[in-house]
C-alpha cells in the first residue's frame, strides 16, 4: 500500500512541472501578451486563438515524437475536445489572475482528476 501511495505522490508532484508548469509557461506565459489594460482586444484574442491552437495540436504531436503509447489518447477526439476547452479556460484564468500560477494549479488539478477519475493512467500506460 505505501508504495501505491508513493507511487501516486510521484506522479503527482511529477505532472505538476510537466505538463502543468511547462504547458503554462510555453502556451501562456511566453505565447500571450502580458495582459495589460493598453493591449488592444484584437491582438489579445488573435493571440489567445494561436497559443490555444498551438496547445490543442502539440498534444498529438507531442505523442507522435515523445511518447507514442499516448498516440491514441491524444488524438482522441473527445481528449482534443477536453484540451481545447482547457486551453480556454486557463487562457482565461491568466488573463484574470495575471498570474501563471492561477491556471498552473488548474491544469494540474484536471491532469490529476484525469489520471485517477477517467482512468488516465491506464489509457496512458502507467
Known amino acids: 500500500m505505501a508504495f501505491i501511495f508513493s507511487r501516486y505522490c510521484q506522479n503527482f508532484s511529477e505532472s505538476l512541472l510537466f505538463p502543468c508548469l511547462a504547458e503554462e509557461l ?20 488573435t493571440m489567445a486563438f494561436i497559443s490555444i491552437v498551438i496547445y490543442v495540436i502539440g498534444h498529438p ?11 491514441g489518447v491524444f488524438t482522441n477526439s473527445g ?14 484564468s491568466y488573463w484574470h489572475s495575471r498570474s501563471i500560477w ?3 494549479v488548474i491544469h494540474w488539478i484536471v491532469v490529476i482528476v484525469w489520471l485517477l477519475i477517467f482512468d488516465g493512467y491506464s489509457k496512458l500506460d502507467l
Request: aromatic share 12%.
Open 26 to 45: 510555453l502556451f501562456r506565459v511566453l505565447l500571450l501578451p502580458r495582459p495589460t489594460p493598453n493591449t488592444p482586444v484584437n491582438i489579445r484574442l
Open 61 to 71: 504531436i507531442f505523442a507522435a515524437l515523445f511518447y507514442q503509447k499516448a498516440f
Open 79 to 92: 481528449f482534443l475536445l477536453s484540451t481545447l476547452i482547457l486551453g480556454i479556460t486557463l487562457t482565461i
Open 102 to 104: 492561477s491556471p498552473v
